[in-house]
Structure formats: C-alpha cells, structure tokens
C-alpha cells in the first residue's frame, strides 16, 4: 500500500495562488479596463499577470493601455514569451514603445525580435525620438484618407479600419500623389455632410495645425489648449504625417511634468517611480544630493554670523530678530521664483523679458517689505509700551533697524527670486531647479548681511 503524502508547503501555496487569481478575476471580470488596470496595479506582479492571462486578448490589451497601470512592464516579463508578444503587438505604438523603455535586456531584445515587421518599425520609429517630445508621445494609429474620396467613402473606410486605431478624433485628408496633409476633418463636421460630397467639402477652411516631432511635450500642451484640440497631427519636413499626440496623451504627460516641477520645487530629484514603489537607497540619492548642496548653503549663514559675532556680543536684542528677518526674505524670494518659473513655462514672459520683470519686482519688493517693515516696527513698539518685553533704552531705534532691514531682505528677495529662473534657463537648467529651499538659502544668507549692515548704520555709538 503507497504511503499517504501530506501536500509539501510549495503545493499548497500554488493552490492558494490559483486560488487568490480565480476570485480576482471573477471580481473583476466584468469591471471597466480603468478600473482592472487600477486594481492589478495594487497585485503583485506575478497574480496580476496570471490574472491579465486568463483575459480576453482584447480586453487584457486594453488594460495594459492604461497609464494607471504603471507596473505593466514587470507584469509583461512574467507572462509566457509568445502571450506577451501578442499582447504587444495589440498595444497602441506610444504604449508600447514606451514598454521599451523600461524593459531590460535580454528580454527586451527577446520581444522586439519576435514580433511583426510591421509592428518593429512603428516602436523603432518612436524610440528613435527624444524623450518627452511630440515624436515619443505620439501614436502612429490614426486615419488617413486622399482628398478625392467623398464624405461616403471616408465613412466606410472608418467602419471598415476602427477597430485597428486607438482613437478617431479626426480624419487627415492627404494629397493623393504627394501624401501631404491638407486638411484635418473632425467627425462631427464629416457625419454632417451628404455623402455623396466630396470630404474636402466638409473640411475647415483654415490649414490644419501641426506640430514638429521633435517640439518639447509642453509645448504640444500649449497648441491642444489654445486651439481646443483632441488631437494634432506630427508632421515631418515635407508635411507627411508620421503620428498624432491626443489629449489624453497630454493629460497623462502633464500629471507627469506637473509632479516632477512639485518634487523639485521641495528641493529633491524628481522621482522616477511612485514614492511607495521606489527603492530606499534611490529615495536616499534623490534627497540626499540635494540636501547637501542646501546644507552647505546654510553654512554660510553660520559664517556670516560669526563675522558679525562682535555685534551680536555687543546687542544681543538683535538675535532675537534674525528667525523674522531670515524668514520674510526667503518667503518673499519664493514666491517671485514660483511666479516667474510658472510664468515661464506658460510662455507669460521670456528670457527677453527679465528687465521687465525686475522693473516690477523692485516696487513690489519695495512695497512688500514696507508692509512687513510696518508690521515689525508695530510689533516691537507694542511688546516695549504694553510691557510685554524690554528692549532696552534704545528700543525705537531698534525698532527702525528690523523695519529698515525688512524692506531691503524683502526686496532683494523678491528681485533674486524673479532673477534666478532666467539664469537657470539662459544656463540650460530647468527652472525648476530653482526650488523654494534653495532660494531661501540663497536669500538667508544675503538677508544677514544685509540686517546687520543696516544695523551698523542706525546702531552705531549707542547698541553699537
């Protein structure tokens, strides 16, 4: 009689696996791809990929559409080589070239080499552009038709290819012998015309807008919003179409610009990965860099205090005062720095415009600083006369001191904050660099400088 073996450990926990991805695709089974792609992003790698096995082709190429699923490529190198390369080949281009990106080899040059010819060069075509460009963005699935073709015939070439193109927001009417753009028809205007009317009869009488492949993804933003766009055509050269960038595209491109201007605004690297997903040791590099360069800033501070230290010896009531003073120049350097960079990147204002901007930064500074000088000069005359804190028998001209000092940290704040992101830009560095601590760094230790110089001229033959 054969032994009784008890199931080993390994048995068991590939039953409970099975398990767990039987009960998650019946969860899921019937939910919106968004919301499949939201809930296998929070699943290991491996249950998400048995789980996007066991899917429909279409529904689970759907899914890995989705820029909320953001672990896709791991999830892509644990499923079988031939699934995974059928899957590709259903993604859109800019999906899938895009997986590229983030896969490593040997699998990277696995994949690539077994899919279509068809399917290489339109990926190829993309990664051969820079990053965050109109050319890396855009998708090479859109539809085309010659000008000679009439309203009918556009209509039944739509049913007959819609399957096969990630979005129809338009259609592109090319010149019959050249392949030139010559007008971008939108659905709406085409299923108002008759159909027997030629499709130029329902095309807008202005010239199509385009952009450059290799024009910053910014700036394809700018051109959907100002000309309320769902999608604009990426033309070479000789006016050929070589792809589309949609909205939803820009969406997904300016979440992502937005987040890595907010991490750099906190003074840090941005991050390549979600916080909760990146490695500790590549956290720690991100931060730590920065952080350091701030720290070294901030021994300046110490050392212009200590060049000061026979003054601050000699009118302590002073010390008391730098936590204000350090403060209000470096708040007010950060909000110039926030207005300008976003000023910037809007296209508000450009390099050739610095001179104006400090024309208007200098009154505001100057204005600004009075209001705090006014509020300080207040404070102290109040604490003295309520009996709050004694000052000491020269407390007026303390006083004017932090009000006099607080109109010129204020002011050059406001000029050096304005200043330092056309720098950066003339430089070559993102703007965005010049982030709210490293100004205030900056500001901290031209504002000591600055209160004691001040505090010299008023103090000096009675605290001084």
């Not at 190829?124 to 109109?134: D, G």
């Not at 906190?266 to 350091?292: N, V």
């Not at 400090?358 to 207040?378: D, M, S, Y």
């Amino acid at each position: 009689m054969d032994e009784i073996r008890n199931p080993s450990e390994d048995d068991l926990d590939a039953r409970q696996r099975a398990a767990d991805v039987a009960e998650l695709l019946d969860e899921l089974s019937e939910e919106h791809p968004a919301d499949i792609a939201e809930a296998l992003e929070e699943e290991e790698p491996e249950t998400a990929s048995a789980v996007l096995a066991r899917l429909p082709r279409d529904r689970a190429v759907e899914v890995l559409d989705y820029p909320e699923f953001e672990q896709y490529a791991d999830v892509i190198e644990e499923l079988p080589i031939d699934q995974a390369v059928s899957l590709i080949a259903g993604m859109s281009a800019d999906r899938a070239a895009e997986l590229f990106r983030q896969l490593e080899e040997p699998i990277r040059s696995d994949l690539f080499s077994r899919l279509d010819d068809s399917t290489q060069a339109a990926i190829s075509r993309l990664l051969s552009y820079p990053e965050h460009t109109a050319g890396s963005l855009m998708t090479t699935e859109f539809v085309t038709v010659p000008s000679n073709w009439t309203v009918g015939d556009t209509l039944r070439h739509i049913r007959a290819i819609e399957r096969t193109r990630e979005t129809i927001y338009a259609i592109y009417v090319l010149d019959p012998q050249t392949h030139k753009l010559l007008k971008a028809v939108t659905l709406r205007r085409l299923i108002t015309g008759e159909p027997q009317h030629p499709i130029l009869s329902v095309a807008p009488q202005h010239d199509p807008i385009t952009t450059d492949p290799l024009t910053d993804r910014e700036d394809v933003a700018r051109l959907i919003s100002k000309y309320d766009l769902l999608a604009v055509p990426v033309v070479d050269a000789n006016d050929h179409v070589l792809g589309i960038v949609t909205v939803d595209d820009m969406i997904d491109a300016i979440i992502e610009e937005g987040t890595e201007d907010a991490q750099k605004f906190g003074g840090m690297e941005a991050l390549d990965e979600p916080y909760m997903e990146i490695g500790f040791l590549d956290m720690l590099k991100k931060r730590a860099g920065w952080l350091c360069v701030l720290f070294l800033g901030e021994m300046l501070t110490a050392s212009a205090m200590q060049h000061f230290e026979e003054e601050l010896e000699k009118a302590i009531v002073l010390t008391l005062f730098i936590p204000l003073i350090m403060s209000s120049g470096g708040n007010s350097g950060s909000q110039a720095t926030s207005l300008i960079i976003r000023s910037l990147a809007l296209h508000e204002v450009t390099l050739a415009d610095w001179w104006r901007v400090a024309l208007r930064e200098i009154p505001a500074g100057l204005t600004l600083g009075a209001i705090l000088g006014a509020l300080g000069f207040v404070r102290i005359v109040a604490w003295q006369q309520l009996g709050i804190f004694d000052y000491g028998e020269h407390w007026m001209l303390v006083a004017f001191t932090v009000a006099a000092a607080l109109i010129g940290i204020v002011t050059f704040g406001s000029v050096t904050g304005s200043m330092l992101p056309f720098i950066l830009r003339r430089l070559g560095f993102d703007p965005a660099s010049a982030s709210a601590p490293f100004v205030a760094t900056l500001v901290d230790v031209t504002g000591l400088v600055i209160y004691f110089s001040v505090a010299l001229a008023i103090l000096s033959g009675t605290l001084l």
